[in-house]
């Protein structure tokens, strides 16, 4: 079952940056599917995957995209006759069209009229999530990852989106409701779902000794019963794979069902 990401109701969204993207989207119930509407109406006919984003470009006024020597991931530039998205030359793969495709969010708000949203927290985040429809586009994707996905998979389906390995992970996490984060051999360094950032030493003891265990090879799996920081212990899916050469790793924990009963362990 496809589950929706808390706090995606459209009253917990404020700004005007939400409002306006409720009013494009004909005022659905929550701003997930507000996101998923406008930007299907931009995609079609689009190909996809990966998203072609130099076709996606006269759609919304952008007549040039381009790499500048910049400070900054990227911005949306007005000049004549239409807008320039603009991106770090220092960019490169997944992470700039990444960039990319958040500068062309903004420019569908600028899409909607005068008096469209230019700056905010949440107009940042609403930017983020059309990013990542335009890129992995919910239909899409649901029909190449299932709720058992890998590691593996997740790797596999981020070069047929030609997306990186977190926004990949972070989009199955969100759709099935897995947990993934990345952790090196002191802390969190980012999470989605049950696991928040923050120091390793607070994290279930079982949990952080597979992950300490981990580095020590280039994957593990393993079914662990363990405590997050949402929910009491239960059985987990675990998997670690390493990043690289680095003393990083990215873990995948997926729920196991509720009548699961480990073939070894009496808990």
Known sequence: MVKKRKGS???????????RLRGMAGNPSTIDDAVRIVVAGYLDGIACPPTDLEALSPRLNVIEIRAEDIPFSGELRREKGGFVVVCSSSLGGPRKRFTIAHEMAHAIFAASGPGWPRTGKELERLCDMMAT???MPRSLFLERCDAFVSLEKIRDVGRLFQTSLSATAIRCAELFGLSVFEADREEIRWGYGEIRKGPL???????????????????????????????????????????????????????????YEHPFLDR
């Open 9 to 19: 109701t459209a009253s917990q969204w404020a700004s005007s940056a939400a409002r």
């Open 133 to 135: 429809e335009l890129l």
């Open 201 to 259: 030493g607070r994290i279930d003891a079982d949990l952080r000794a597979s992950i300490l265990d981990g580095f020590k090879g280039p994957n593990r799996s393993d079914i662990l019963w363990i405590k997050t920081d949402r929910n009491g212990p239960s059985w987990w899916k675990f998997e670690c794979q390493r990043l690289g050469k680095e003393d990083r790793a990215l873990v995948l924990l997926r729920p196991m069902p509720r009548d």
